[in-house]
């Protein structure tokens, strides 16, 4: 038992040890409905074919799209979805529209973390679920009584309740890795 538990918590330190954030240069192209776009993440600049499209992006999960006439067009996340809009001078027909600029700015955009508020949502939950699981799965005794047995007196949990503790402890660690990393 005790090995597996360590087993555990190595795999729980190696899986937060590995993580990274990936990175892009800061100048790179993207080729999009068959035009190649160079996107300047230093300066804010998209080009394509002669044409320089200036943009920025807000840490409140929007983005604003300048075009060389001076239309704009904006769009903006909030949690698992989106909406925008455009300036009275835009239209398609005389412009690479900005769906397929978005598109071409997929890794500038912002990704609002957690639950969508800006907050870390996810991150407390996983812990929770984590620390919970651990308990279950190193102390099913105690975790058994914390749940059921303080309600009756000289209470013993059977061999099932404890395994039951154990499975739902391993369940609740998956759920909390999941949740931290997603």
């Known amino acids: 038992m005790r ?15 590995a993580c990274t954030r990936e990175t892009h240069p800061s100048v790179y192209e993207v ?12 300066n804010g600049v998209l080009t394509c074919g002669g044409q320089t499209y200036q943009y920025c ?6 983005i604003e799209i300048l075009y ?5 067009f904006w769009w903006t996340v909030r949690g698992n979805t989106g909406f925008g809009g ?4 835009y239209t398609e027909r005389e412009r690479v ?21 800006g907050g ?15 308990w279950g799965l190193a102390a099913p005794y105690s975790a058994w009584y914390a749940a059921y047995g303080w309600r009756y007196q000289d209470a013993k949990p059977s061999a ?7 499975v739902g402890g391993i369940v609740l660690i998956v759920v909390g890795l999941i949740a931290f990393f997603s």
């Open 57 to 62: 992006v807000d840490k409140d999960g929007s």
């Open 86 to 89: 455009w300036s009275d001078d």
């Open 68 to 72: 060389p006439d001076g239309a704009t």
């Open 160 to 166: 099932p309740a404890l395994t039951a503790e154990r």
């Open 31 to 42: 080729e999009q409905n068959g035009r190649v776009y160079t996107v300047d993440r230093e």
């Open 97 to 117: 529209p900005g769906e397929e600029l978005l598109e071409v700015l997929g890794h500038e955009m912002p990704r609002p973390s957690g639950n969508g508020a």
């Open 120 to 134: 870390g949502g996810n991150a407390l939950f996983a812990l929770a679920a984590l620390g919970f699981g651990i």
């Open 3 to 17: 090995k597996a538990l360590l087993f555990l918590l190595m795999l729980l330190a190696l899986l937060l040890c």
